[in-house]
């Protein structure tokens, strides 16, 4: 650390992205990526775009904006485009969230929502997931803060109903209400055509899960229009081309790809339920998931045993260390190819293991 760093800053504790170990070939499983590849017109952009690469990109992606907007039925004033849905949500929580103005989300969710906190220099309230890991939707009523949440939430797969996301954004109407639907499409119901009911509502997505665009970084937030230009003010005092044009048109490509996209959704959402039923017969407890990944535990292996066993076979997998939820492990749904080395590494650990 420097002598000129900024107070605030020496005491952050960084997010730390899942690994990406380069000592041998693994089965990627640790990250929520997807399995299958960018739809097919994705791919070409690159070839058709690389010269015009010494042009800044459009600072709106009009196009982009316009295309996501056709899709889900809103006004183009209502979509923000950012550089990975990370992005909007340290724009958002920088934008609304301050010492005065603290927030509320649950206590196990996405391990970057008390980082951003932290970087705005925001109060947050952590809310306790129920015993089952659902969301408690009464104490979340009961706070006063400004809520962030997200649905499905991570790293648990579970979900809460758009009418109890109706709820939250009714009991208030000076609190926000920010719904992270990162995995929205892979069993949720969206929140998106609410912003047009409520001033006080934002829903942020991704192309990182559903779009398998994680490399290109691209997110894109709804809210209604007041609220999307406070979040440009932010975009436009930090970093106006903030989503390069490469991404601009791969998004546009994978937006327009429905049926591409519909496809890979159903297939991790096949395996995905070939996989809980897979995982219980091995002896595992495993959440319900309404995402792209399964939250799972095993009595005779703790989590963070589990993990290393698997990394050791070849397999990455998450663990996070914390309260209630060390035992488990998280494990994104991969190609069925995948989940078959996956299955029989877990065979191989299980027969060596009497706990
Ligand atoms: N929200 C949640 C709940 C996530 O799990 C992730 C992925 N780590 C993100 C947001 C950020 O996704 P991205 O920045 O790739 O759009």
Known sequence: MSKFLK??????????????????AYVKLNTNENPYPPCPAAQSVLDDEAKLLRLYSDPESSELVRAIADLYGVSEQN????????????FLFCAFFDQKRAVAFPDITYGFYPIFADYAGA??????????FTIDVEA??????????????APTGLKIELSDVRRLAQSDPDRLVVVDEAYVDFGADSAVPLIKEYDNL??????????????????????PKALLDDLKTVKYSFNPYNVNRLTEK?????????????????KVKKTRTEAKVRLESLGFFVLPSYSNFLFARHERIGGKDLYLAL???????RHFDKARIADFVRVTVGTDEQMDILYAALQDILEKTTR
């Open 311 to 317: 990394k050791d076979r070849g397999v990455l997998v």
């Open 79 to 90: 979509v923000l485009v950012t550089n990975g849905s990370d992005e909007s949500l340290a």
């Open 202 to 223: 934002i829903v942020v997505q991704t192309f990182s899960k559903s779009r398998s665009l994680a490399g290109a970084r691209l997110g894109m937030t709804f809210a």
């Open 250 to 266: 791969l998004g546009k490509a994978a937006i327009e790809d429905v049926a591409y996209f519909t496809d890979c959704v159903n």
């Open 7 to 24: 107070e605030g800053y020496a005491r952050l504790v960084p997010y730390v992205p899942g690994e990406q170990p380069k000592d041998r």
């Open 123 to 132: 109060s947050y309230e952590e809310i306790p997931l129920r015993e089952d």
């Open 140 to 153: 979340m009523l009961r706070s006063k803060k400004h809520l962030v949440f997200a649905n499905p939430n």
